[in-house]
């Protein structure tokens, strides 16, 4: 079958190609990536012979044909129908988004995460997550609390769209943005102004988070900023409800991170207890939603969280994959409007994203000229940024 081009929704006469497998940095996610993933996932847990022997499988199985589930349990019959269009085809030819999260999906079948016995529940990722909260990058983030009243919220904004580049460390020693810091050279399209005029506005924020560790320490850091602020406000943290995408936040993961947080120094410990009592509180909600590990774009996002997103006075998006699914995976020129191809959303809608991955939008057509010139590889290098707004 011929993938569909996709329109964008402000747009009706601008399409795009559906990103598949085949293009240069997709093809090395499946080609290099998951295979490494594999063998750490291999090495981390003390697996019986046959989740190894699945393990394996899934490891020979990206270089030949999909295959079916190997499992009947949770969410198989959902995927049994995503998955019917592309059975029997090369993983490199269907569309990227999809492949990557179905790679994922079979991971944790073969790892028995669904499946009724001792594995049932086992994060396969959960050594390599231990190591990260108990590693000393952490341990200095934790011990950067004690000068966090020197911040303000544009810093705190700038550490959640970095995570381990631009961290409540490195803002410490360099309070201020006025001037070009690694910070701010590296975006290339930047509505802060806009943004930070509304979020301490914002009485209902949902965030829906990307990775655990460096990266979900900052999301906590400002949740509660904009708690303390206001009463009245209420934040949304929406995770996924299973292991994903490697380091993807779990609520098994923001409560490891809080009781991480509470064995650091004491401003680590004031803010534990002030996140613990809104939780308490009603106000910080950890939610979690099916859709966050469906191959799906968020165009597809269905009823109850749409009605979510429309309520809140303002959704932020973190990370790479919630941008991919907010603009589509697709290859859209990166000079298209950014409220074009989010012109669906029910509400009002930020993206911080580092870039780690070739879809992109929104950006100044000098800008992207200077940044072709300078050589391949920039769009997944991880040194540029976007903090984007529209709605």
């Not at 983030?141 to 409540?168: K, V």
């Not at 509304?198 to 990775?211: H, K, M, Y």
């Not at 943290?237 to 009781?259: E, G, Q």
């Not at 006075?313 to 859209?332: A, C, I, P, S």
Request: hydrophobic share 45%; net charge negative.
């Amino acid at each position: 079958m011929d993938l569909e081009p996709r329109t964008a929704p402000g747009d009706p006469g601008l399409t795009a190609s559906v990103i598949t497998g085949e293009s240069g940095f997709p093809r090395s996610v499946l080609r290099d990536r998951h295979p490494e993933l594999l063998a750490r996932v291999l090495d981390g847990v003390p697996w019986p012979p046959e989740v190894r022997l699945a393990l394996n499988g899934l490891a020979e199985e990206i270089e030949g044909p999909i295959l079916p589930l190997s499992d009947t349990y949770g969410d198989a019959a959902q995927w049994a129908e995503w998955a019917a269009p592309y059975l029997g085809r090369s993983w490199y030819e269907v569309p990227f988004l999809w492949a990557e999260n179905y790679f994922y999906r079979k991971l944790l079948g073969a790892t028995g995460w669904f499946a009724p016995g001792p594995w049932q529940g086992v994060d396969p990722f959960g050594p390599q997550k231990e190591a990260e909260l108990a590693g000393a990058a952490v341990r200095a983030e934790l011990e950067a609390l004690d000068g966090l009243a020197g911040l303000g919220l544009n810093e705190l904004l700038l550490a959640a769209l970095w995570g381990n580049r631009a961290d409540l460390g490195f803002q410490l020693q360099r309070p201020t943005v006025d001037d070009e810091t690694p910070a701010t050279s590296g975006l290339i399209a930047d509505d802060r102004a806009a943004l930070l005029a509304l979020l301490p506005r914002a009485d209902r924020l949902v965030l829906v988070t990307d990775n655990i560790g460096r990266e979900l320490l900052p999301d906590l850091v400002l949740a509660d900023r904009l708690l303390s602020a206001r009463p009245g406000t209420t934040v949304a943290l929406h995770v996924k409800p299973s292991p994903y995408f490697t380091s993807d936040a779990t609520p098994t993961d923001v409560l490891r991170t809080l009781r991480r947080m509470a064995e650091g120094p004491a401003a680590a410990v004031e803010m534990v207890e002030r996140l613990r009592d809104f939780i308490g509180e009603g106000r910080l909600a950890v939610v979690t939603h099916p859709f966050y590990v469906a191959p799906l774009t968020f165009a597809e996002a269905p009823a109850g969280l749409q009605k979510a997103y429309a309520e809140a006075d303002l959704t932020v998006l973190k990370g790479d994959l919630n941008y991919r699914r907010l603009v589509g995976d697709v290859e859209w020129p990166a000079t298209t409007p950014f409220a074009s191809v989010t012109a669906y959303w029910p509400g009002r809608v930020a993206a911080l994203r580092t870039l780690k991955s070739d879809v992109l939008v929104g950006v100044d057509a000098a800008r992207l000229a200077e940044l072709d010139a300078s050589g391949p590889g920039w769009r997944v290098s991880g040194e540029y940024a976007v903090v984007q707004l529209a709605g």
